[in-house]
């Protein structure tokens, strides 16, 4: 008789916890002795204060500073979405998905042309983020290029609350404008207590590799630790490139930049929500793209993800990214493998589905794909269950030699929970399919994307709630045309 239930989800370590420890170890030698740049006043002050050795604008943090960040940081986080409720956890075990931010490309739906990002695009991507039942949060996707290019931010999350529910990732420009998304996101959930003590959204901040610590970016960190909103402080490291060309070299770096950032941000506010992160990825000398589909990301991305467990702080990483330009094999390939990865890893939350073209192209047709591959993934995560029930032998014993188990009750109950069902990967028989059109996945995708697209949606805020977020962003229209015109975003 078994008497126990068993369900151990897989797990994927590259490295051992003396090998994360030796990588560790690589960081603080890099902060002790080669040190950061530090371009924001407070946060020099903050860090002469504590201990650290500061000439200029060059920081060296001993040690003992960085450990004390780490135990001050808290080991979870949980999110809310608009409605209340507490939706993602950021906690050991629990890996939550969703979409990345500010690609300044875009696939039109309906011309399948490369084009730039439109604030209609970014509405449309929170519409089909609402309605993918496998994306655990929300965000852009893209740069809008027909709003004011200084408050394309504040246009992104008015686009995405209004049509979707779920928690918000997001960048902001600076601080004058990470303090209007506050104002914003304050507003939907009556007050800035509310939304510290169940925060909507988390900001994306990171340094400038290798080693700098940009003014604008210090400052949005601050203001994350003061105001009590999650913030990853994630290294863009390219390996070859702003790092060493070595995996191991870049991690350590990368590492150490957010280390930095997790120290000062402590220091503003002991205590204050951190999410550890590190963006890794590698340049192809051939083209000199910094490669989103490699298998050295999602490798360099296990380690992220248990260094996290090392550190006892939440997660962030990275899946659903591709170097295809358009929904292709490679697409498909090099996605589901960077997001298996990020499942095996126990990474907590999981940006970047959407992407294309090294993370310069988004597409709706992959937000869709992307959705496909998490709930793959989350099937497989699921592990199989060992019980007496699902050992079946009694029933196993019934049937017998040479029965079948199509009319037994037992496969009426499992066969849903046990089997996963796809939307868009074909599971007929080939005559079917030829019969039916020779429709590929992508066919199908793109069907449903101009269904999802026909469909009226209202907004999912209200006009006493679109009112209030219309004025702030007035306010900061009327700030930024006092300081001129500006190149770029």
């Not at 994306?204 to 994350?224: H, R, T, W």
């Not at 009590?228 to 863009?236: D, E, K, M, N």
């Not at 993370?359 to 794909?369: A, D, H, N, P, Q």
């Not at 702030?472 to 930024?480: G, S, Y």
Request: charged residues 25%; hydrophobic residues 40%; contains cysteine.
């Amino acid at each position: 008789m078994i008497n126990q239930y068993f369900n151990h989800a897989p797990k994927y370590f590259t490295w051992t916890d003396d090998q994360l420890k030796v990588l560790h170890l690589a960081s603080l030698e890099i902060l002790e002795r080669t040190g950061v740049r530090v371009y924001d006043e407070e946060a020099l002050k903050l860090l002469k204060e504590a201990g650290a050795y500061v000439s200029g604008d060059l920081v060296r943090i001993p040690a003992w500073l960085v450990e004390a960040a780490i135990a001050s940081a808290p080991e979870r986080i949980v999110l809310r979405n608009r409605c209340g409720e507490r939706k993602v956890r950021l906690e050991e075990g629990v890996c939550n998905f969703g979409l990345g931010t500010d690609l300044p490309y875009f696939v039109d739906p309906y011309s399948n042309q490369i084009r730039e990002t439109t604030i209609e695009d970014v509405e449309n991507v929170a519409k089909f983020a609402e309605d993918a039942p496998n994306l655990d949060f929300v965000a852009c996707l893209g740069v809008a290029h027909n709003v004011t290019t200084q408050l394309a931010d504040l246009y992104h999350l008015k686009a995405t609350v209004s049509y979707c529910s779920k928690p918000v990732l997001t960048t902001a420009t600076d601080y004058d404008n990470l303090k209007a998304l506050i104002d914003m996101s304050a507003v939907l959930v009556g007050g800035y207590e509310e939304l510290k003590r169940t925060p909507t959204f988390v900001l994306y901040a990171e340094p400038i590799s290798p080693l700098i610590n940009s003014k604008e970016a210090v400052q949005k960190l601050l203001l994350c630790a003061e105001y009590g909103i999650p913030v990853t402080y994630a290294s863009g490291v390219i390996a070859g490139a702003t790092g060493p060309a070595t995996v191991a070299g870049s991690l350590a770096l990368g590492n150490a930049e957010g280390l930095a950032g997790l120290v000062m941000h402590q220091l503003k506010c002991k205590g204050a929500p951190f999410i550890y992160g590190l963006v890794f990825s590698v340049m192809d000398m051939h083209s000199a793209v910094s490669c989103y589909g490699g298998p050295e990301l999602p490798l360099g991305h296990t380690i992220v993800g248990q260094l996290g467990k090392f550190y006892k702080l939440p997660t962030y990483g990275t899946s659903g990214c591709s170097d295809a330009c358009e929904i292709d094999a490679q697409a498909g390939m090099e996605s589901v493998y960077s997001t298996m990865m990020a499942a095996l890893s126990g990474t907590n939350l999981v940006h970047d589905n959407g992407y294309l073209g090294s993370g310069l192209v988004g597409s709706l047709e992959k937000i869709l794909l992307d959705d496909e591959s998490v709930a793959f993934v989350k099937r497989f995560m699921e592990g199989i269950e060992l019980s007496e029930d699902t050992l079946a032998l009694d029933l196993i014993h019934q049937v017998g030699p040479g029965g079948h188990y199509l009319k037994e009750e037992h496969t009426f109950t499992h066969y849903k929970k046990e089997t996963w069902y796809p939307r868009f990967l074909n599971r007929k028989h080939f005559e079917n399919w030829l019969l039916e059109g020779r429709k590929t996945t992508k066919d199908l995708i793109h069907d449903k994307v101009l269904k999802l697209l026909a469909a009226k949606r209202p907004r999912m805020i209200t006009e006493k709630h679109i009112d209030a977020l219309d004025e702030i962003i007035k306010e900061n229209e009327e700030r930024v045309k006092k300081l001129g015109p500006v190149s770029g975003f």
